[in-house]
Every structure is written in C-alpha cells, then in structure tokens.
C-alpha cells in the first residue's frame, strides 16, 4: 500500500487496510451461519431477517446447532494476528461479537460466575446468555447484515491486536495465507481435497530453524499430513553482502524441513530492498514458490493484491491436487 502524502506527511492508515482485509475472510463463516440459520428454521431469508423475526427458540437451535456441528470441513474465524480460534470458541466469539463488546474481557466472566451460581456447564451458559442478548438487544443494534457485522469485527480484531504481543511481519504473512485459504473456501465450501487446515499460532522449530508460518493439512481419504511451511527472511538495510549469508540460512533451513517432513510445501517471503537476483534465483529453484518484495520490512503490511491473487492461485492448485 502506497503512503498517502499531504503537505509533506505521510497521512496513510496501514492499520486500516490490514484490519479490513483480515475481517474481509470471517465473510465465509458469516455465510455458514446463515446456511445454517436457513436449515434449522426453515426460513428462505437473510441471516439478519431470522435474527429479528426468529423467537427465543429458534435463536436458541442455531447457536446450539453452530456449536454442534464440528465438521472436517467449516470456514475460520481467527483473532487480530490470524491465530485461528477452536470450534467452539468460534462460534462464542461470532455471535458476542454481533451483539455485545469485549466478550473475552467482560462476558467471559460473567458466564464462569453463572457456572458457579447454579452449578451449570460452560456451553449451557454461553448459549443461553447469547440468545439472551440478542433477543433483548436486536432491536437496539438494529441490524445483522454482513456489511454491519464487518464493521464490529474490524473493531473487535483491533481490540484483540492491540492485547496480543509480538504483531508483526509473521502475523501478516500468515493473515495473507489465511485469506488464500479462505478464498478457496468461498468459491467450494471445501478444502479440496484436504479436512480443515491447522494454522499454526506461532513460530515452529524444526531442528536448529524457526519457521514463522505453517499449516497443516490432513487429506480426506488417505488421512495422510502434508504441511505448507513459509520461511520469512528480512532485512532493513539496502546494501551489503549479507543477502548471500541470508540466503545460505534460507537453503540450510529448506534442506532440513525436506528431510524431516517428506510430505511438505516450501513457500519463501523475503521482505528486504535490493536483493541479489543471483540469490532469489537460486532459493526459487529449491522452493514451490517465492514472494520478494523489494522494500523496507519496515514498510511492509501484508500482500499486495497483485501477490495475494497469486497465492490464491498456488492454494487453489494445491487443494485441488
């Protein structure tokens, strides 16, 4: 994304950007819901008309039914770095999110209090406070509709951003994979020919390497594990010879990822201006991709549109194998 320059300063919102495009990919789970809203009800409409027109029961069966229904192949929700959240808390997390703030924070301990109180289980709890919440509040927040709902979760991710340590290059390369991962998800409702993809929350060691971004996919008849592992590299500054150092530790890492995971998918991000072409010529040659973008690590805040179309791509090929 370009600086956005006024009188001779740089007014642009990188954050903006980066927080929209991450709430952009819950669409396809908004989507699941209402799917599911559509099932249990009967009713052919909106998920934002079942909301209003739907009585304490109803609203009651589709949260019950969201909860329930684990299946290998759903969409994700994830925090304000692209961790991806477990089932459950998924679907606790859509449905606070819509109608009350902070439901970590502030509603996570009300409902450990109501355990207590009347000595009944987390998910009984959780599921009556939203339908609760929705049904007393629906007419207050006036609308469910995807547009609205997006514009809470750019809020909420930034709430969730700002009480995670260690945001940066590593959460917005796996921000960018995730919507990759999305985008396939959209157009197929499956992953192909894989269950549902395990993100990895952090940096994985793999002997003496860290590899920042990772995933794991389990193929649906063999239930055989192949992972996409992505190694970043960085540099900020512009000269020197250490981008032949840089590449050496890039190689050594790639060679001991093939010979620990034989089933494994090697995508390199180098982020640094000026690289030896000599050097991205040679770490292309021993990886299935390699995204280079010439620049400041500084200055980097995810996938540009011309390379996230680009691994859409290699994701659609590589679910589709």
Known sequence: MND????QVNVAHYRLVELSNLAEQAK???DWVEKIAKQVTGYNKSLSEILFISNKSEIKKIICFCYSKEQDEKPLLFDGIGRIYEHKKDCFYFFAWIIRDAP???LEPLITRMQKLDNIKKLIAETDTLVELIYRYRNVVKT???QTVREIIIDRLEGSRRSIKGHGIEARVRTSLIAAIQHYYSIH???GNFKNPKVAEKQIKIKSHSVDVSVTLTNKKSSIEE???IPIKTRETEGGGHSHLFTRDIISAITDIKKEFENSHIIAVIIAENWSLEELKIIDGIVEYIFYFNMN???FIGFDDESQQKLNKYIDKLFKK
């Open 4 to 7: 956005i320059i006024v009188h």
């Open 28 to 30: 396809p789970f908004y």
């Open 104 to 106: 970590k924070q502030r």
């Open 144 to 146: 469910f509709d995807w």
């Open 189 to 191: 409702n499956n992953y």
């Open 227 to 229: 992972n996409i592992f």
């Open 297 to 299: 690590p500084n200055k």
